[in-house]
Structure formats: C-alpha cells, structure tokens
C-alpha cells in the first residue's frame, strides 16, 4: 500500500489491471498468470544490483547475494530439462534469439525458419525484424490441407539454399513438432538446429510433448507463457560442445559453445542481468519441480483439445483439425469475419484473444483471418474440460450476434458471474 500514497496515478493503472485480469477470460496463448511468489521475488530489493557477468565472475563487488540467486535459477532449470548449459539471463524471448543468432552466424548467412504467416516468429527472420534485416532469410511451410509443416518442403528448401541455421518451432502452430525429421534435414546440410520452444515448454517440461533436447543443438524459450514464470527469456543446449569455427579464448584455448552463448549473451548484446527477474525465474522453476505443475501441464492440453472439438462441433474450421499443444487457431474465413473484428468483438464481452494470419491467408498481418487462442491462463485459473463449452458457446454468441449492443452486454455479465467461481489473487 506504500505505491498507494507514493504514486496514485500508478497504483490506480496497476488496481485497473488486476481487475481486468479477474473478471475476463484470458485467451492469449502467449499469456499465464503468475504466482504471487513470483511477483514477489521480481517485485524485490533484486532489483537493485548491478551484476554484469556471470556467478562467480562478476565486473561488480557485491554480488556475493545474487550469484547464488542465478546459479539457484540454472540448477533448477538443469533439473527441469535434460541439459548441459542453461544461460537464465536473457531479458525476453526475443533477446535470447538474438544472441543465438549473434553467437552462431555472421551477417548474410542463411537462416530456414517457419513463415510468420504459417505460425513462425518474428525472430525467426521476419524481413522487419533484426534476424530478417542482418541474415538472408528463408522459410517453409505447412501444407495447405492438413496444416502441418510439410517437412518434404523443408528439406528441399534446404538442400537450396544450404541454412546455416534451421529453425523449428512457432507462435501459432497447435501440433507436436518432429525433431528428428528437422535434424536429419539439418544434418543433410551442415546446418544447424535450433528448437524455440517458447510456446510448448511448461509441456515439454512435463514431457507431454516431443523432447528437443536430444535432437538440436541449441534451444530457447521464454519463461512466462506455459513455464508460467516472471516475462523473459533462457537459452539451453542439451549438450554442449567445441565451437566448430576454433575460436579461442584468452588464454587461447579453442571455447565450448556454452562460452561463446554466454559472450552472445553478456558482453555481446545485454548489459547487467535482471538480477530480480532471474529470482523470478528461479521461483517459477521450482513450482515446475512440484507434482502439481504436471497435473497443471495435462489440464492445458486437456482444455485446449476439449475446446477445439467443442468449436468444430459448432462448425468451425480450427487448423489442422485440432491441437497437440495449449493452442487452437480459428480460421473465421467461413464466418465472413476478420481476426481483427473477431478479436474487438470478444474484447467486448472481456474475453481476450488475438487477431492471428492462418495458412495462405490472404488478409494482411494486421487483419488477418483468424483468432488464436490458447488455455494456460484460464487453466491456471482452474478452468476445466467441462467449462470449456460455456466459453466457446459464449464466444459463438457474440461473433454471431455482434451487431446486438445489447446481447452483448448481456454476455459480458455471464462471463463476469463464470469467472467469479474461479478466484484470481484473491489476496490482492
Ligand atoms: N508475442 C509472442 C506470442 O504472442 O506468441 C511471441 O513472442
């Protein structure tokens, strides 16, 4: 209550929120809500250390604290992950794979990732994004009927244009991902494998999902979509090895791949580490260690399968039919809407989701024409299979009926009266 008296402005934005978050429903498969534990660690005096390096090897005094705070958070994420090497300190997702990127290629050398408008990522080479602008970047794609990554596509596209780097993994794709087909494709080439497992990790962790540690050499997430921890980014590598280029360090000695991800990562492109983040990150990766993250991992699939089936029960085309992961896309082509009029019309009625391309969409990325929607969120607020009719019954209604001011409102209030039985930080 100190922000309440210091900064009312401040306290009154964050008090607006919080309420925001209880009463609607979450959709974004990119979002989760954290725990207060968590909150609490990056909320903490953390925050106010300057700790440029890495545990033990630091350029400031006084990091006696937070060196054991960072190797706290690498330990457990070497317990959650079959890994060798785990960097804690990228401040996003995006950060991480710039420093891959920086730590692996130099400038015009290829990359083979996964087409934004397929369910790639931004940083998977996107012509507006620094991987598109600093590499010459390539992509594959699914196949237009099914809606899978036509691995056929990729290994010719490789064999073309002979990546250093193939990217597996998406923002928007709700199937498992073959890792093995996407090594050997990599190995045919000399490329590279690099899984970004930003959206699936909390299942992968759980092993509910195929396990890409084995199979590529490097692999990076965030920390706060299905690892449900504070927002930012990890880089891992299941094993570690000699830099293939012979770099050496200092002392001249030819440096593992861990040394030059950490160089990629401080002095290369970050400064001081969010000391308070990665003591975020490492309470989050200690609730992940407990029994009920995996009761919690299952529901997410259990959710976004039994939500799946529920909309094409209403006759609508979800993308490849259904989904592995916490994700379903919603192709709204049939419904003679737009992502972007679909996602303002259930913002209307407090339930969020975004605008998202499907496959060969022919409606620009600000458009587009479908919505995506993913269940860690409202699977961490309790939410089950049986509650996921009332919510894609709800979502039907106001798509259908989106004219009807009044209909709508009328929505809404159900919505907040649903939500009521599942408490979010109730504390606060
Ligand atoms: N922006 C994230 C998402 O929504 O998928 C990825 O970075």
């Not at 890994?83 to 290629?105: C, D, E, K, T, W």
């Not at 780097?165 to 498992?176: F, N, T």
Request: net charge neutral; aromatic share 8%.
């Amino acid at each position: 209550m100190i922000l309440k008296k210091s900064d009312a402005d401040v306290f009154n934005l964050v008090q607006l929120e919080l309420k925001r978050q209880q009463n609607g429903v979450e959709l974004i498969a990119s979002e989760n809500f954290t725990s207060i534990a968590v909150m609490e660690a990056v909320g903490s005096v953390l925050t106010n250390k300057y700790a440029e390096g890495y545990p033990n090897r630091r350029y400031y005094g006084g990091c006696e604290v937070v060196d054991q705070v960072e190797q706290l958070a690498i330990d457990r994420l070497k317990k959650i992950f079959p890994i060798a090497y785990a960097n804690v300190q990228p401040h996003s997702g995006s950060q991480a794979n710039a420093a891959l990127l920086f730590a692996i290629l130099k400038p015009g050398d290829a990359i083979l990732g996964m087409d934004l408008s397929m369910g790639g990522h931004l940083t998977h080479g996107s012509p507006v994004n620094f991987s598109g602008n600093t590499y010459r970047s390539h992509f594959y794609r699914v196949d237009s009927e099914t809606g899978l990554i036509d691995y056929n596509y990729v290994a010719e596209q490789a064999k073309k244009i002979k990546p250093q780097v193939i990217v597996c993994g998406a923002s928007a794709y709700s199937r498992d991902i073959d890792y093995i087909a996407f090594r050997n494709i990599a190995d045919s080439v000399g490329a590279f494998l690099w899984a970004d497992i930003a959206h699936p990790a909390g299942l992968i962790a759980k092993k509910l999902l195929n396990d890409p540690f084995a199979h590529c050499h490097f692999v990076t997430s965030t920390t706060h979509k299905t690892l449900r921890g504070p927002r930012g980014g990890i880089i891992m590598m299941g094993k570690d090895f000699e830099n293939p280029w012979g770099r050496k360090d200092t002392k001249g000695k030819v440096t593992m791949m861990s040394y030059i991800l950490d160089m990629a990562i401080f002095p290369g492109t970050q400064g001081g580490p969010l000391e308070h983040v990665i003591a975020g990150k490492a309470v989050a990766f200690g609730e992940i260690l407990t029994p009920a993250f995996e009761i919690y991992a299952k529901q997410i699939i259990k959710n976004a399968q039994a939500m799946a089936q529920s909309f094409i029960n209403m006759g609508y085309k979800v993308v490849s039919n259904g989904t592995d992961n916490h994700l379903l896309l919603l192709d709204l082509r049939s419904k003679q809407l737009t992502g972007k009029e679909a996602e303002a019309i259930l913002q209307k009625i407090d339930i969020t989701t975004n605008k998202n391309m499907v496959p060969y969409d022919t409606q620009s990325p600000f458009i587009t024409s479908g919505i995506r929607i993913g269940t860690p969120a409202i699977t961490t607020r309790g939410l089950q299979e049986k509650d996921m009719p009332f919510i894609t019954e709800k979502i039907d209604q106001a798509l259908s009926h989106h004219s009807d001011d009044k209909r709508l409102e009328d929505i809404k209030k159900s919505i907040h009266d649903f939500m009521r039985q599942f408490p979010l930080y109730p504390e606060l």
